[in-house]
């Protein structure tokens, strides 16, 4: 578990760097420069989840039960995960759905840690999606109190949302299918 821990703090770390301390980041941002800021930030995320990955296999090989979700709430996670692919298409083809949700991809992980947290009971699974939920959480009440920075993406049209729900239903259908059996080794259906 320490390992899933460390990849853990390491990644939702620097992905708090603007909810807990906003002007250090642009001070970092500022001293380092954009390109060495990105490089840092991006390896630092990317050590963070390969331990995550790693720590998670490791957990899954000598899991520890918390709980025995019934079987109904597999049922209720499967349907908490259709608009996640849809979501965050919607974060970068920016449409009706993004201007209604202001962070598309938030919600998108707040659904996707819950949806597991409703179906999975073992302690890793405890440790992995209810720390993306929390984060998820933190992160949008911290997006009220400070300035939001400009993802690159398309220009806004109303075509977007149309784009975002069938790529993502799409997406959604091959992971369920196929690709999270792949990955993952756990066929959801």
């Not at 963070?48 to 209720?76: F, K, N, Q, S």
């Not at 720390?131 to 993802?151: E, G, H, N, P, Y």
């Not at 220009?155 to 959604?172: F, Q, R, T």
């Not at 299918?177 to 792949?182: C, D, E, G, R, Y």
Request: net charge positive; aromatic share 10%.
């Amino acid at each position: 578990m320490t390992t899933l821990i460390v990849g853990l703090v390491l990644f939702l770390g620097v992905h708090s760097l603007s909810i807990v301390n906003e002007p250090l980041r642009n001070r970092l941002h500022a001293s380092l420069g954009e390109a060495a800021f990105k490089g840092l930030y991006s390896l630092v995320a990317l050590i963070g989840l390969v331990l995550i990955i790693w720590g998670y296999g490791a957990g899954r090989m000598d899991p520890t039960l918390v709980y025995t979700p019934p079987g109904w709430l597999r049922h209720l996670a499967m349907l908490l995960l259709v608009p996640i692919f849809p979501l965050l298409f919607a974060t970068y083809f920016p449409g009706k759905i993004k201007a209604k949700l202001g962070h598309p991809m938030l919600v998108a992980v707040k659904l996707w840690a819950l949806a597991h947290l409703l179906a999975n009971g073992m302690l890793h699974d405890l440790l992995l999606f209810g720390s993306f939920l929390a984060w998820a959480v933190a992160d949008r009440i911290s997006m009220k109190r400070r300035a939001q920075r400009t993802l690159p993406t398309l220009p806004a049209s109303k075509a977007n949302d149309a784009i975002a729900v069938v790529g993502g239903l799409v997406v959604y259908v091959v992971v369920v299918l196929w690709a999270h059996q792949w990955l993952f080794g756990v066929a959801p259906v």
